[in-house]
């Protein structure tokens, strides 16, 4: 059981918007900010949004994170089939006193 | 080029120990955490621990799973972090991942490759 909560699946067809959400608490999300992570089985994860919303360089603005209270989502629209990946929230644990994982979305583009 | 690779894994025996490394380049290696992460075959990513640079002291966090058994240290001349793990248990069957933590936006925007490790009699 992770102590962020993520649906385990979301779809979309191409060229649509979908949004994947996290759930946490005041120790977590609310009081720290949130990193999301694309992963391709056998590769290195990749990061999508750093400080709740900022994209690194070279992530397409398709791409967007934000935060409320206790919850954060990452957004994606204009879908793709390359976006078919999981995807995981991450944020420090003020409680835990490290970092803690949502347990993954698996995205698939129909 | 940032680059981090690990290295190290392999079967082990439950109960025995194992040394992971994580060499770095491309970058000033000793201004940066290194957190390492692993997955479990059919698993999410979980957080194990991390390092922090020496600026911060250089004081190391684990995860409530690992904690007591895994320890992380860092030599900065030589660019690389080390996860050892001890009595290690079958779910710690894994694939581990080192990455970098940037300072001072808090992500890790730079992983290995990872490196399987297996915990099996």
């Known amino acids: 059981q992770s102590v962020l909560t993520q649906s385990p699946s979301a779809s979309g067809t191409p060229g649509q918007r979908v949004t994947i959400s996290c759930s946490g608490s005041?120790?977590?999300?609310?009081?720290?900010?949130v990193n999301w992570f694309q992963h391709l089985p056998g590769t290195a994860p990749k990061l999508l949004i750093y400080?709740?919303?900022q994209r690194p360089s070279g992530v397409p603005d398709r791409f967007s994170g934000s935060k409320s209270g206790t919850s954060a989502s990452l957004a994606i629209s204009g879908l793709q089939s390359e976006d078919e990946a999981d995807y995981y929230c991450?944020?420090?644990?003020?409680?835990?006193?490290?970092?803690?994982f949502g347990g993954g979305t698996k995205l698939t583009v129909l | 080029e940032v680059q981090l690779a690990e290295s190290g894994g392999g079967l082990v025996q439950p109960g025995r120990s194992l040394r992971l490394s994580c060499t770095a380049s491309?970058?000033?290696?000793?201004?940066?955490?290194i957190h390492w992460v692993r997955q479990a075959p059919g698993k999410g990513l979980e957080w194990v621990g991390f390092?922090?640079?020496?600026?911060?002291?250089?004081?190391?966090e684990n995860a409530a799973s690992v904690k007591g058994r895994f320890t992380i240290s860092r030599d900065d001349a030589r660019a690389i972090a080390y996860l050892q793990m001890n009595s290690l248990k079958t779910e710690d069957t894994a694939v581990y991942y080192c990455?970098?933590?940037?300072?001072?936006?808090?992500?890790?925007?730079?992983w290995g490759q990872g490196t399987l490790v297996t915990v099996s009699s």
């Open positions: 400080s709740n919303y």
């Open positions: 390092i922090r640079s020496q600026g911060y002291g250089g004081t190391t």
């Open positions: 991450a944020a420090w644990d003020d409680s835990l006193i490290g970092w803690v």
């Open positions: 990455a970098r933590e940037d300072d001072p936006s808090g992500g890790f925007d730079h």
């Open positions: 491309g970058f000033t290696f000793g201004d940066y955490a």
């Open positions: 005041s120790s977590n999300i609310e009081s720290n900010t």
